[in-house]
């Protein structure tokens, strides 16, 4: 596989972490949890508040490589390239967007994600999660 191809591949799964995901085993079975953690050279997942299909609740799951069919994202999120490009108006050049992590970081000390400002305080924190929460009213 190429290396951009392999770049593509582990930003697809890292963007995935810490979000919901159905997994289907090569047995049928179907989990549902919020991926931690995976190990890309085998596809390897460690799973928290996991649902299996019986509805037993788990608190964690570790699930092997090749007992994995397919990983279906269930909660993708909001997507933060409108929030960047609106922050990016109010702090010209001051913004950076990692789209794989899922953060927005502004003037290199505060940090915003899914569910707001993450990271840092202080009156422009303040006036970040007042935008935050302003932009996914009109995103809902």
Do not use: C
């Not at 994202?73 to 990692?98: C, H, T, V, W």
């Amino acid at each position: 596989m190429s290396t951009v191809a392999q770049k593509r591949f582990s930003d697809e799964f890292t963007a995935a972490l810490d979000r919901y995901v159905r997994v289907t085993t090569t047995r049928g079975n179907v989990i549902v949890g919020r991926l931690l953690a995976y190990n890309a050279s085998d596809l390897s997942l460690w799973l928290a508040d996991v649902k299996v299909e019986n509805e037993r609740t788990l608190h964690r799951l570790f699930v092997a490589g090749h007992e994995v069919s397919t990983i279906e994202i269930e909660e993708s999120g909001p997507d933060l390239q409108k929030l960047y490009e609106r922050i990016n108006r109010l702090f010209p050049n001051m913004a950076k967007y990692y789209r794989e992590a899922g953060v927005i970081v502004v003037m290199d000390r505060i940090k915003i994600g899914k569910d707001g400002v993450i990271e840092g305080s202080g009156p422009a924190a303040e006036r970040l999660q007042k935008l935050y929460e302003e932009w996914l009213r009109e995103e809902k």
